[in-house]
């Protein structure tokens, strides 16, 4: 689970939900809700927090990785954006900190290596998990581009959304933190 270079720099958008408005046209930001992980003038990079891949046994995930745990609780795997789709993130509660995890803000964290998924499977992770393939990333001034033109509205993050039971919910819920219901 190698990850990208994350810019340390904070701007405007870090830490902040992107919300797909609704009437961005039909493609893989569609009713995508997006946790700005960094946002400098290198770009921005962040993770889509309610694009469900699949479902099944942490076990067995974790097999993949060469690691062996009798953990069988159902784990949720999410599409984090459209580039990278070979690296992982993990977007966690507080209550671990391993080598590669990065602190958010109060109530999350970020761990892209090996060293989560070992707590993982010995039973010393986090309480709450959303387990990401890929990243959406933008170029310089791009993402600001795409917000000047309506594409995303800006909305407070919350934890409760970003590991909600309901993902196809959290669309909905964080356009009602925007200012604009449905």
Do not use: C
């Amino acid at each position: 689970m190698r990850a990208p270079e994350i810019p340390s720099g904070r701007s405007d958008t870090s830490g902040q939900f992107l919300v797909a408005h609704p009437k961005m046209p039909a493609n893989i930001f569609a009713h995508s809700v997006i946790y700005v992980v960094s946002h400098n003038e290198g770009g921005a990079m962040g993770l889509i927090v309610n694009r469900l891949a699949g479902a099944g046994p942490l076990g067995k995930l974790l097999e993949a990785f060469g690691l062996h745990s009798k953990e069988q609780r159902e784990i949720k795997l999410f599409l984090g954006g459209p580039v990278g789709v070979g690296q992982g993130f993990v977007l966690h509660s507080d209550d671990y900190a391993g080598a590669s995890t990065r602190v958010l803000k109060k109530g999350l964290s970020l761990s892209t290596g090996p060293d989560i998924l070992d707590a993982l499977a010995q039973g010393r992770g986090p309480r709450q998990v959303r387990m990401l393939f890929g990243y959406a990333g933008w170029s310089p001034g791009q993402l600001d581009g795409e917000i000047a033109r309506g594409d995303w509205l800006l909305a407070p993050a919350d934890t409760a959304l970003i590991f909600s039971d309901q993902p196809d919910a959290v669309w909905e819920q964080a356009l009602k933190h925007a200012g604009l219901p449905l």
